[in-house]
């Protein structure tokens, strides 16, 4: 009984095999800059919230595989969107909450511990779909030079990723784009990721890339 418990054991391990170098991988500060300060009060979801929830969602797949030596793929591996830089604030607040900052805002510190470890396993869980409360990576890029469209060009996604431009570098998009569809070529599409720009860009810079536009969203809350 004990000789067949460390032989399935061993099994698993090494079908895991291929996933265990995931957990080494950490987030790429040359090709991204993490969100800052807790949103100051949020009030709760708005409509463009929940719009914004829906598309980083579209395409994205379910991060879950049949085999733990498989990796997933996402259906649309880029997806860009436009928002009016008068939503900033709300725009932070949304992906404070999808990065699961939120989360640790409300547990004591072995508890936001706990919670990294968590998150830190995941990918050994190859047969779980992702939940809808899974924490992405975050980006909020102020600033784009060459040196970060050349990390960018490079990187490759540890998770699902939302990135950020805010207004002073919306005017990068197109060249952001060229990087992160370099990146897709180059290293696959096991996660999703979506750009969203603070400022104008014009549709056909951001066509191949899923477009969305919700400049005209209204900041309306439910109830």
Same mark, same amino acid.
């Given at each position: 009984m004990l000789t067949a418990g460390l032989a399935a054991a061993?099994?698993?391990?090494?079908?895991?095999?291929?996933?265990? @170098?995931?957990?080494?991988?950490?987030?790429?500060?040359?090709?991204?800059?993490?969100?800052?300060?807790?949103?100051?009060?949020?009030? &709760? @979801?708005?409509?463009?919230?929940?719009?914004?929830q829906d598309w980083v969602m579209e395409g994205a797949g379910s991060g879950a595989t049949l085999f733990p030596w498989r990796f997933p793929a996402?259906?649309?591996?880029?997806?860009?969107?436009?928002?009016?830089?008068?939503?900033?604030?709300?725009?932070?607040?949304?992906?404070?909450?999808?990065a699961g900052y939120h989360q640790l805002d409300t547990r004591s510190r072995l508890g936001g511990i706990a919670y990294r470890i968590g998150v830190?396993?995941?990918?050994?869980?190859?047969?779980?779909?992702?939940?809808?409360?899974?924490? #992405?990576?975050?980006? #909020?890029?102020?600033?784009?030079d060459d040196a970060r469209l050349a990390a960018l060009a490079c990187w490759r996604p540890r998770r699902p990723t939302l990135i950020v431009l805010d207004?002073?570098?919306? &005017?990068?998009a197109p060249r952001v784009i060229d990087a992160l569809n370099?990146?897709?070529?180059?290293?696959?599409?096991?996660?999703?990721?979506?750009?969203?720009?603070?400022?104008?860009?014009?549709?056909?810079?951001?066509?191949?890339?899923g477009y969305r536009d919700f400049r005209d969203q209204p900041d309306q809350r439910n109830g």
């Open positions: 061993a099994a698993l391990l090494v079908a895991v095999a291929p996933r265990l @170098p995931r957990l080494r991988e950490r987030y790429d500060t040359a090709a991204l800059q993490p969100i800052t300060g807790q949103p100051a009060n949020d009030e &709760g @979801p708005a409509t463009l919230d929940m719009a914004l996402a259906p649309c591996p880029l997806a860009c969107a436009v928002v009016s830089p008068t939503q900033r604030r709300r725009v932070h607040a949304f992906g404070y909450r999808l830190q396993l995941r990918p050994l869980l190859w047969f779980l779909p992702r939940r809808n409360d899974e924490p #992405w990576d975050d980006a #909020w890029l102020t600033d784009v207004a002073a570098a919306a &005017g990068f370099a990146g897709i070529r180059r290293n696959g599409n096991r996660q999703p990721v979506r750009l969203l720009i603070l400022g104008d860009i014009d549709h056909q810079d951001a066509v191949s890339a």
